[in-house]
């Protein structure tokens, strides 16, 4: 049985710092692409980070890069996102989801499994 599972979600003040953990069971990291997704109230779903298995290169969207990091522990079979200097417009529930196509991608359709989400509020 595989289960995506978030942690460290949180209240913080812009500019401060969150790291989200990703847990995964039931599937190895290195055989799937690992997405972190966020969905902000009344928007649509937007992918954040996730790392291309070819040569694990980690890819942004461009409203985090230069403010957040995606790691791995393989040993802990967990993904992680170090979200720096958050905004505001950050806040929104940020899922992780596990697909077996091989590289990233923030079309949601190509990913099976889904977490269900850690909630992360910037505010002043």
């Known amino acids: 049985q595989v289960q995506l599972v978030e942690s460290g979600g949180g209240l913080v003040q812009p500019g401060g710092s969150l790291k989200l953990s990703c847990a995964v069971s039931?599937?190895?990291?290195?055989?799937?692409?690992i997405t972190w997704f966020r969905q902000a109230p009344g928007k649509e779903r937007e992918g954040v980070s996730c790392?291309?298995?070819?040569?694990?290169?980690?890819y942004y969207a461009q409203t985090v890069k230069g403010r957040f990091t995606l790691s791995r522990d393989n040993a802990k079979n967990t993904m992680y996102l170090q979200m720096n200097s958050l905004k505001p417009e950050d806040t929104g529930v940020y899922s992780c989801?596990?697909?077996?196509?091989?590289?990233?991608?923030?079309?949601?359709?190509?990913?099976?499994?889904w977490g269900q989400g850690t909630q992360v509020t910037v505010f002043s």
């Open positions: 039931g599937l190895t990291l290195d055989n799937y692409v």
């Open positions: 790392t291309d298995n070819s040569d694990g290169s980690p």
């Open positions: 989801a596990a697909s077996s196509i091989g590289f990233c991608t923030f079309y949601t359709g190509e990913y099976r499994y």
